[in-house]
């Protein structure tokens, strides 16, 4: 279940893996073996969902080369990837790697964002993109239930319009961040976390 690519240069792009939480880069067409493995939840909307590649604009890639790789991804404890009963936690990752192509793999990853994952299945986004200035934008939806047609209490939050939700708890939107996981200037609802990283509001969904 490939779910999404970025380019370093032409002919050598990384491929993630939505189920199996594999990466991939893929030279001249050759697959080369995983760069990492990510323990992730898959069901459903669940997975390795997001990938963006920033510090590519060399023609060419070399040993010192200082690409950093931003993943998101779903993981959740135990016993929570089925109907979420019980008692454990379910969230959305967004990590920051370097990038070791003499050994072609992702080391030094750092911790940019824990988002909610639940209830879900669905609806968890994952787009990852970058702009000029090198500011990272991340997408996450309203993890709505598999049976989309059936509210519940806990992700009909003010971010999604509902006038007497919860509050914005950093769902339901296009979140922006620098390199470091820091605010880009305020948010538009506000500046404190999470509200100082929203950069558009009431997403469904992106996957």
Not at 25 to 35: A, M, S
Not at 40 to 58: C, F, M, P, Q
Not at 114 to 137: F, I, R, T
């Amino acid at each position: 279940f490939p779910s999404g690519i970025d380019f370093l240069v032409n002919h050598d792009f990384l491929v993630l893996e939505k189920n199996t939480g594999n990466l991939f880069r893929i030279v001249n067409g050759n697959v080369t073996e995983p760069l990492i493995h990510i323990d992730v939840t898959s069901k459903d909307e669940r997975g390795l969902l997001g990938i963006a590649v920033s510090g590519k604009e060399n023609d060419q890639l070399n040993n010192n080369n200082n690409s950093a790789i931003f993943l998101y991804f779903t993981q959740c404890t135990k016993g929570m990837d089925g109907a979420n009963k019980g008692t454990g936690d379910c969230s959305n990752f967004v990590y920051r790697y370097k990038l070791d192509i003499k050994n072609n793999k992702l080391i030094d990853p750092k911790l940019l964002l824990k988002l909610p994952a639940l209830p879900g299945p669905s609806h968890n986004g994952g787009v990852l993109e970058m702009d000029k200035d090198k500011n990272l934008y991340v997408t996450i939806g309203d993890l709505q239930t598999t049976a989309f047609n059936q509210n519940q209490a806990g992700f009909d939050t003010k971010a999604q319009n509902i006038i007497n939700g919860t509050p914005p708890d950093g769902c339901a939107a296009i979140l922006r961040l620098t390199e470091d996981g820091k605010p880009v200037g305020n948010g538009i609802l506000g500046n404190q976390y999470p509200l100082n990283l929203y950069y558009a509001y009431g997403i469904k969904n992106s996957f």
